[in-house]
């Protein structure tokens, strides 16, 4: 069964950086895909970042930089660093899994989430 476990979310000001960890069982190597989506109220849930299954990396269009997906595939442990933290990126912070299931479909799992606030 597949968990994961965001921490690292929190109060920031408005220029500041966070960075939020997920903890991923049980092994992270086999996820066909995983990253990071955010939801504000009202809003729908958008991708942040993520590393695709044909390697590299894709960030969501208002990342524009100021974000970093890292891996730890040894650890099994995935990070968001956020630099320049602007208040318009207030929300809850979802690590997501893709898994592709024996009868070959993708499954999505996510954690329970991670608040950050950026105070303006």
């Known amino acids: 069964q597949v968990q994961l476990v965001e921490t690292g979310g929190g109060l920031v000001q408005t220029g500041g950086s966070l960075r939020l960890s997920c903890a991923a069982s049980?092994?992270?190597?086999?996820?066909?895909?995983i990253g990071w989506y955010r939801q504000s109220a009202g809003n729908q849930r958008e991708l942040v970042a993520e590393?695709?299954?044909?390697?590299?990396?894709k960030y969501g269009d208002f990342v524009k930089g100021r974000f970093t997906i890292l891996l730890n595939s040894v650890q099994n442990i995935m990070y968001l660093q956020m630099n320049n933290l602007q208040h318009e990126d207030t929300s809850v912070y979802y690590c997501?899994?893709?898994?592709?299931?024996?009868?070959?479909?993708?499954?999505?799992?996510w954690g329970q989430g991670t608040q950050v606030t950026v105070s303006s």
């Open positions: 997501n899994a893709r898994v592709l299931d024996r009868a070959y479909r993708y499954i999505d799992y």
């Open positions: 049980p092994n992270i190597n086999d996820f066909y895909k």
């Open positions: 590393i695709p299954p044909s390697g590299g990396t």
